[in-house]
């Protein structure tokens, strides 16, 4: 919607003041708006201070004030701000605005809501706003004409949170750059080769597993899922070290990311256009590197952060994986493929092992489109969380809040369920052929991958990866869903 949006002192541009439902401006919106018009702006039926509700108020033939509706003034959240700042940003974008003053520090402390807190969560808003991809438009389309936004506040504090906003965005945008790519471009190698690019821009560290050393890493999930695509298997490690040689010694918070960079479902082949969109199951992966590209630029916390992308992609040949085959981890865990379309937790058993044997973590958060019962279960408002961890769970509840990247807690580790994963041939099958709690038989199969003691959180994304209309802070597309998610989490671990 923009071509790019910054944070700048220069020139006012269109000021924007919010107000809550049924009441008129409070003191510092009238002193950034103090015109008369704005007052009688506000009286018209239309202002009905909804969320996201706008009505404008000229001053004069050039200049005008945007005043926007924040709801109740008890619910105004985050969340609030977010909605209500897309909205502004929509308008300033279908009315070529190339600068405005976002004066909303009077609402949010109203609120309750912190300066700087206000001003991140508005900063996300417009930057998510801002994001699009044109690179794979041709010559039989123009490529659409975006404006330049500079943006500001009328508070430092909200200022600056703007800038972070900002960041966090690029990030979460990055994440949806990567899950847009198509699959003949977005091979696992090119996905390595994204990382390296993150790596060297941020100052990570990358190492990439691939080839023979998948062999001599005994990456079983890995080789058998990708066995069938020319384009080769990978794990794609990246690694944020701190400055001091205290915060060097701390255990690393691991993030895993399922990297299918397409999933035919193999020779259990996706029938009826369900493989449309499933260049998109990488998303996992994607939002890892954009919460690395965070942590690397701005969180920047006191603990190590190592990113773990299991990424394949999931194809048919004569040389695939197949239903019935046996295979045996590192662990030692053998698996009886019962479906070669649950591939997903056969790569993200590799990398959980990886994890816990050589990264010696603290916690493991993995991010996965890896269940269509998720999508069944909790639509594309929640993601499916699963984590018997009180304190982790506790902290990815908090995160969730913050950032507005909502969970919904499920099951997985009662005995009924461990049964269901149980194979009459091997230890266990990867998926069970009855139609019984598929996304909890996702992850009651990843638990058998992680050591008891370390602290495990699984994120099943299939729901909420992409988003359907052009709506919010959304358009049709990828959401980068996670990024923001893991900022916030990250962040909260570091004051912890
Ligand atoms: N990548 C899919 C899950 C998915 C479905 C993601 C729809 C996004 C949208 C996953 O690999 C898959 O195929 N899961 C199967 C598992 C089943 C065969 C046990 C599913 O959920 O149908
Ligand atoms: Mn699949
Ligand atoms: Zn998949």
């Not at 206000?118 to 039989?140: T, V």
């Not at 709690?437 to 992850?443: F, I, K, P, S």
């Not at 058998?448 to 992409?466: E, M, Q, R, S, T």
Request: aromatic share 4%; charged share 20%; net charge positive.
């Amino acid at each position: 919607m923009f071509n790019s949006v910054t944070v700048s002192e220069k020139g006012k541009g269109v000021v924007v003041v919010g107000h809550f439902k049924g009441q008129g401006l409070d003191r510092l919106s009238k002193r950034a708006a103090p015109q008369a018009g704005v007052a009688g702006a506000l009286k018209r039926k239309e202002a009905t201070g909804d969320v996201g509700r706008i009505v404008e108020a000229w001053i004069n033939p050039r200049s005008r004030v945007i005043i926007v509706g924040l709801g109740e003034k008890s619910a105004c959240t985050p969340q609030t701000l977010r909605d209500a700042a897309a909205a502004v940003g929509r308008r300033l974008a279908a009315s070529k605005d190339d600068a405005a003053t976002l004066a909303l520090s009077g609402p949010a402390a109203q609120a309750g809501i912190d300066a700087a807190v206000a001003g991140e969560a508005i900063g996300e808003a417009i930057g998510l706003l801002s994001w699009s991809c044109d690179e794979f438009r041709g010559s039989a389309t123009p490529k659409p004409e975006r404006t330049d936004l500079a943006i500001r506040s009328d508070d430092r504090a909200m200022t600056s949170g703007m800038k972070a906003g900002l960041q966090i965005a690029a990030g979460v945008n990055l994440a949806r750059t990567l899950s847009q790519t198509p699959p003949n471009i977005a091979t696992p190698s090119w996905m390595a080769a994204q990382a390296r690019k993150l790596a060297r821009a941020t100052g990570l560290k990358a190492r990439i597993v691939e080839g023979d050393e998948l062999e001599t890493e005994r990456m079983t999930g890995l080789i058998n899922v990708g066995k069938a695509s020319e384009n080769k298997p990978c794990l794609i490690r990246l690694e944020y070290t701190p400055k001091s040689a205290k915060a060097r010694a701390a255990k690393p918070l691991v993030l895993v990311g399922k990297t299918i960079t397409y999933d035919t479902g193999g020779l259990s082949l996706k029938i009826n256009n369900m493989m449309v969109g499933m260049k998109r199951d990488k998303d996992g992966g994607c939002a890892v590197l954009g919460a690395m590209h965070t942590i690397a630029t701005l969180i920047k916390p006191d603990f190590p952060v190592v990113g773990l992308l299991a990424a394949a992609e999931n194809c048919i040949s004569d040389e695939a994986y197949r239903p019935d085959d046996v295979i045996r981890y590192r662990n030692g865990v053998t698996v009886e493929v019962t479906n070669t379309d649950a591939e997903g937790r056969l790569v993200l058993a590799d990398a959980l092992i990886w994890a816990c044997e050589v990264e010696k973590p603290r916690a493991i958060i993995d991010l996965a489109t890896l269940t269509g019962g998720v999508i069944t279960a909790l639509g594309s408002t929640y993601a499916g969380l699963f984590c018997d961890n009180d304190q982790l769970r506790g902290a990815v509840e908090c995160a969730a809040a913050g950032s507005g990247e909502l969970v919904w807690r499920l099951p997985y580790s009662h005995a009924e369920y461990r049964d269901m994963m149980k194979s009459p041939v091997a230890d266990i099958v990867n998926s069970n052929p009855n139609r019984k709690a598929h996304a909890t038989q996702g992850a009651a199969f990843l638990a058998n991958f992680v050591h008891k003691d370390v602290p495990w959180c699984h994120l099943d994304i299939a729901g909420v990866h992409v988003a359907e209309k052009n709506a919010g802070m959304y358009i049709d597309g990828p959401t980068g869903w996670g990024t923001r998610l893991l900022t916030h989490l990250i962040r909260s671990m570091n004051h912890a």
